[in-house]
């Protein structure tokens, strides 16, 4: 019954390396966004998708890459990691006919 | 540029007392309040929002009071409960893409 879904919930490692997060929302919004939030709690816009089109790319380095397969999914790619991506990264939805944001539970990302 | 400015950045508060929390905002174009509770190891969930045509909106315990000339709003929390310690972030957004732009974050932490 879970809204809005992460995989991993934790990531651990090391510099260099690639990984995925993966989100899926089965509330059947339209929208989808991917947020990082830093040790100091600052919760940041990434990127937004409508309806699989990208909408919002905020400065975001080349590194990060998100794709969306369909409208329920929404994944981040990150290449080349670094230590200062170390974050929580969190998935969250809308629909068009509210502003509510909805999020999934988080992906803690520890870059060693 | 910070579209949102929110303090305090940290409050202790007895139980049973009246928390307030503060945001100041920039552009007038926004036409979203919403106000988000997050629990440690959990996302950010909406509490309460507010549209810039009213001045003051109540749920419960929690009331948004908001200064359309004075471009601030704010939340107070009434009854102060333990259980309402979390990080609560304001934010701001015109609706558009759903762009949702977050304030810093306060941490409440209510002492019994």
């Known amino acids: 019954d879970t809204a809005v879904s992460q995989t991993p919930k934790y990531l651990v490692t090391q510099m260099g390396n690639d990984k995925s997060i993966k989100c899926e929302q089965n509330?059947?919004?339209?929208?989808m966004y991917w947020y990082k939030q830093d040790s100091k709690k600052f919760l940041k816009i990434m990127f937004s998708?409508?309806?699989?089109?990208?909408?919002i790319n905020e400065t975001v380095p080349n590194r990060f890459s998100p794709k969306s397969p369909d409208k329920a999914h929404l994944n981040l790619h990150i290449n080349s990691l670094e230590l200062g991506d170390s974050a929580v990264y969190f998935c969250?939805?809308?629909?068009?006919?509210?502003?509510?944001?909805?999020f999934g539970p988080g992906t803690r990302l520890t870059v060693l | 540029q910070q579209q949102v400015k929110q303090s305090p950045q940290s409050l202790i508060v007895q139980k049973g007392g009246i928390s307030i929390i503060n945001c100041a905002y920039e552009?007038?174009?926004?036409?979203?309040f919403p106000w988000y509770q997050q629990f440690p190891g959990k996302g950010p969930a909406l509490l309460i929002a507010?549209?810039?045509?009213?001045s003051e909106k109540k749920e419960g315990r929690f009331t948004i009071s908001f200064n359309k000339s004075a471009k601030q709003f704010s939340l107070h929390i009434m009854d102060s409960q333990p259980g309402d310690s979390a990080t609560y972030f304001c934010?701001?957004?015109?609706?558009?893409?759903?762009?949702?732009?977050f304030g810093t974050g306060t941490k409440l932490q209510v002492i019994p």
């Open positions: 509330l059947g919004h339209d929208t």
């Open positions: 998708y409508n309806n699989k089109e990208l909408i």
């Open positions: 934010a701001v957004n015109s609706g558009g893409y759903q762009k949702v732009t």
């Open positions: 507010i549209r810039p045509d009213v």
């Open positions: 969250a939805s809308s629909p068009l006919t509210s502003s509510e944001q909805f």
């Open positions: 552009n007038t174009a926004f036409d979203y």
